[in-house]
């Protein structure tokens, strides 16, 4: 199961102390587990169909 973690951040008084910047972007490493999970699974799948099919000759 994939969960989602949402961080809310207080505001700040403006001309605060800086820090670091902002994390706006969608989590890289996750989506790019997930893509290659799903070709690993597309691609079982296919030998899997490709292996138990049946030939009729006659």
Do not use: E, K
């Not at 890289?28 to 030939?55: E, I, N, P, S």
């Amino acid at each position: 199961m994939i969960t989602w973690a949402v961080r809310m951040l207080a505001p700040q008084a403006a001309g605060g102390s800086g820090g670091g910047l902002p994390v706006t972007g969608a989590p890289a490493g996750l989506l790019g587990a997930a893509g290659a999970a799903l070709l690993l699974l597309g691609g079982t799948g296919y030998l899997v169909a490709r292996r138990r099919r049946t030939r009729f000759l006659a």
